[in-house]
């Protein structure tokens, strides 16, 4: 079996590489080799997230929660979780959450057929061995991004796309961010990085302070995605990859990535003709390249 649609997520774990498309096939690449199996999540379209030793997957309209080990054909864990749509998933340590909706099956009369009505969101803690917990954090919005700490989360909600909400010690508070609306969110050692058309932002959750990485001009492309390779802040937009502060360019430009991951001491770069890149030496000489196969 080949990838049916050129892969756009990433994850990294060991010396292994998980990738996977729209379609929710997935492959493991050791060391950027091309992926010998793909497979079929049976997830359709997928959000990851590395935890660990292995990758969580949850499918956004089958939010089945599955769990894979490295070069794993088969899923270790197979837990349902939503029965509507599943948002943002986030790790830290042992510990996953994932945010989503159930559907709304009291209201059946809706002109559309396609139309899902959903409840409203929640967010589920998993522990190992443990039961999966619902937390009890009163009426948020849907959840466009999620970055979990030690005993806290931070996201941002699709209305409110200009405030942060902070969960700690079961208080949610509301926090404004400097920078307008969030377009992308990473965990930088106990700090949260941010990026928005303002520019990047690190948020520290023990004192609530905000401080500035780098500032944008208002001609430049809003940050799509964010990685931290040894303390080096990377951002990925509609132009390439750069490394931030100093702006300097990581690969071709003028070409949006599919998606950027930070991989043991480099960092990895997917780009849309699927191509894989890795950047080793503080992420700015190119080590190696692999074209994967797609139908």
């Not at 996953?96 to 396609?114: F, Q, V, Y």
């Not at 929640?122 to 917990?133: D, H, R, Y």
């Not at 919005?141 to 806290?152: F, T």
């Not at 960092?267 to 190696?288: R, S, V």
């Amino acid at each position: 079996m080949k990838f049916k649609t050129v892969p756009v997520l990433l994850a990294a774990v060991d010396e292994q590489i998980f990738l996977a498309d729209l379609e929710g096939l997935f492959g493991w690449s050791k060391n950027l080799t091309k992926p010998p199996i793909i497979e079929d999540s049976g997830l359709g379209r997928i959000l990851c997230v590395a935890i660990n030793e292995k990758v969580a997957t949850i499918g956004q309209w089958l939010p089945t929660l599955k769990t894979w080990a490295a070069d794993n054909r088969e899923a270790e864990t197979e837990i349902p979780v939503f029965t509507g749509k599943a948002s943002a998933i986030a790790a830290f340590g042992d510990t996953l959450w994932i945010a989503g909706a159930d559907k709304d099956t009291s209201n059946t009369s809706h002109p559309n057929n396609d139309y899902v009505q959903l409840l409203p969101e929640k967010i589920v803690k998993f522990e190992p061995g443990g039961q999966p917990q619902q937390l009890n954090i009163g009426t948020i919005g849907r959840i466009s991004h999620l970055c979990a700490g030690e005993n806290w989360l931070l996201f941002t909600e699709k209305d409110k796309p200009e405030s942060l909400s902070f969960f700690k010690n079961k208080k949610l508070s509301r926090l404004i961010y400097p920078g307008g609306p969030v377009t992308a969110m990473t965990r930088i050692g106990g700090k949260v990085l941010l990026g928005s058309q303002k520019g990047l932002w690190q948020y520290d959750p023990s004192t609530q302070n905000f401080d500035l990485v780098l500032n944008f001009n208002e001609d430049e492309p809003v940050p799509i995605q964010l990685s931290v390779v040894n303390n080096k802040i990377f951002f990925s937009n509609s132009e390439g990859v750069r490394l931030a502060p100093e702006r300097l360019p990581v690969g071709r430009s003028g070409v949006q990535p599919s998606s950027i991951c930070a991989f043991n001491d480099s960092l990895l770069i997917l780009w849309p003709n699927g191509e894989l890149e890795q950047w080793g030496k503080a992420a700015l000489t190119l080590e190696k390249t692999v074209k994967l196969f797609v139908e």
